[in-house]
T-cell receptor, first 115, second 112 residues
Framework: DAGVIQSPRHEVTEMGQEVTLRCKPISGHNSLFWYRQTMMRGLELLIYFNNNVPIDDSGMPEDRFSAKMPNASFSTLKIQPSEPRDSAVYFC?????????????FGPGTRLTVL | GENVEQHPSTLSVQEGDSAVIKCTYSDSASNYFPWYKQELGKGPQLIIDIRSNVGEKKDQRIAVTLNKTAKHFSLHITETQPEDSAVYFCAASITRDNDMRFGAGTRLTVKP
């Protein structure tokens, strides 16, 4: 299994530009999570999906952030317009929720720099 | 919501010594407590987890303990090696909610 795949691995953009981060979860997993990691705030859950349906987006910082999961094998996190304070590493994770089993597998992350 | 606190933020040990990282959680309904290791430039990787019906779990040099009454859990690494150097995160969740909250992380350095 290739694990969780994220693209791009690095993104440098200018303030005001639209940024789209992509994630392919592990095949067969039914839950997907987007996290943001910064030195100041650590690892923060932004949003998660169960069976492609957004369950909790309370961690999304502002309306500039949006996430979609059109099917079980693909999700996007979009920032529009981007700002320098959005610079962080964004992780996608997936899990197979069955009963009480809840192990999350993380992707390698996308390092976003907004100039 | 759940709040997880982790201590210490940095830890430096000599190779061969033991390392202990401690976490506390706030929501008594939390029942799943994983530990993740994050190496430079990589995503967190699960190294061990414990569920609320167990007080201790061991996997080779790594062990976790859970005290539900006090709402704290700990990671113990014995016979540390330089390759154990990384950032370690604890987390807590209520599995029915699928919502996991992470501690702030501990940067462990094992000096050869």
């Amino acid at each position: 299994d290739a694990g969780v795949i994220q693209s791009p691995r690095h993104e440098v953009t200018e303030m005001g530009q639209e940024v789209t981060l992509r994630c392919k979860p592990i095949s067969g997993h039914n839950s997907l999570f987007w996290y943001r990691q910064t030195m100041m705030r650590g690892l923060e859950l932004l949003i998660y999906f169960n069976n492609n349906v957004p369950i909790d987006d309370s961690g999304m910082p502002e309306d500039r952030f949006s996430a979609k999961m059109p099917n079980a094998s693909f999700s996007t996190l979009k920032i529009q317009p981007s700002e320098p304070r959005d610079s962080a590493v964004y992780f996608c994770a997936s899990s197979f929720k069955r009963g009480t089993y809840n192990e999350q597998f993380f992707g390698p992350g996308t390092r976003l720099t907004v100039l | 919501g759940e709040n997880v606190e982790q201590h210490p933020s940095t830890l430096s040990v000599q190779e061969g010594d033991s390392a202990v990282i401690k976490c506390t959680y706030s929501d008594s309904a939390s029942n799943y407590f994983p530990w993740y290791k994050q190496e430079l430039g990589k995503g967190p990787q699960l190294i061990i987890d414990i569920r609320s019906n167990v007080g201790e779990k061991k996997d080779q040099r790594i062990a976790v303990t859970l005290n539900k009454t006090a709402k704290h859990f700990s990671l113990h690494i014995t016979e540390t090696q330089p390759e154990d150097s990384a950032v370690y995160f604890c987390a807590a969740s209520i599995t029915r909610d699928n919502d996991m909250r992470f501690g702030a992380g501990t940067r462990l350095t094992v000096k050869p």
